[in-house]
């Protein structure tokens, strides 16, 4: 799991804006390192993973009848409801702040500050992947709208956006956008991974996520690592 710092900072002391994207000098991995991405923040409604509910909410979701009225291709999950509701409904993937863990490894743990001993609270994800494989809940706006262009020069970025772009390009580097993928593959450099799913081409462990949380009561306190 990568080594991660925390820096407080405030809009007011950012003045002039740097010209090149700081580098670490020495990397364990490639994979450590994103691509220059643009950001499009959404905001989404995620549910706890089923094994942070009680067993009587476990028990609801987990009987396929409880969709029956509400999801129309249901069926497919009818021999292990509870699948729909961790697949569709809990603990968006992808990059996020805040939000709740994904549950993949290991069963759910105690996320305790080591200074002082409260629950912590999730502050980031830095995530392999953007959406599931098997799932369609989670395809990013970006994604969508792309499924729907039928011109390659028909992107749908702001002059803001275009700007970006047209700086990194001018330094060699293609910017990646989520959901987009390149017309034509040798255009790309070879250092950039175009899939939709993994835009920023950061590769943790097999695929996994790795989720920052803060003190509560103290941001000063240290903050705690986990992969899940």
């Known amino acids: 799991m990568p080594r991660t710092a925390v820096f407080w900072r405030s809009a007011a002391t950012v003045t002039d804006i740097l010209t090149?994207?700081?580098?670490p000098a020495v990397m364990q991995s490639d994979g450590y390192l994103p691509e220059p991405c643009l950001l499009y923040p959404e905001q989404v409604t995620e549910y706890p993973d089923h094994l942070e509910l009680s067993k009587e909410h476990r028990e609801r979701i987990g009987t396929w009848t409880t969709w029956q009225t509400v999801v129309a291709d249901v069926e497919e999950y009818a021999s292990s409801a509870g699948v729909y509701y961790d697949q569709e409904l809990a603990s968006a993937p992808g990059w996020k702040v805040g939000g709740w863990p994904r549950w993949s490894a290991t069963d759910p743990v105690p996320r305790l500050c080591p200074a002082c001993g409260s629950d912590m609270d999730a502050l980031l994800t830095i995530a392999s992947y953007e959406s599931l494989a098997n799932s369609s809940s989670w395809i990013p706006?970006?994604?969508?709208?792309d499924r729907e262009r039928t011109?390659?020069?028909s992107n749908g970025i702001g002059p803001e956006g275009q700007e970006l772009i047209d700086?990194?390009?001018?330094?060699?580097?293609?910017?990646?956008l989520r959901g987009h993928i390149p017309a034509k593959a040798h255009a790309t450099p070879v250092n950039v991974n175009p899939a939709p799913r993994q835009?920023?081409?950061i590769q943790l462990a097999d695929g996994s996520d790795q989720q920052l949380y803060i003190c509560p009561a103290d941001p000063e306190h240290p903050h705690a690592e986990m992969m899940h």
């Open 199 to 201: 835009p920023t081409a």
């Open 141 to 145: 706006d970006e994604a969508c709208e």
């Open 20 to 23: 090149t994207p700081p580098e």
């Open 151 to 153: 011109s390659p020069t």
């Open 167 to 176: 700086f990194f390009r001018a330094q060699g580097r293609e910017v990646q």
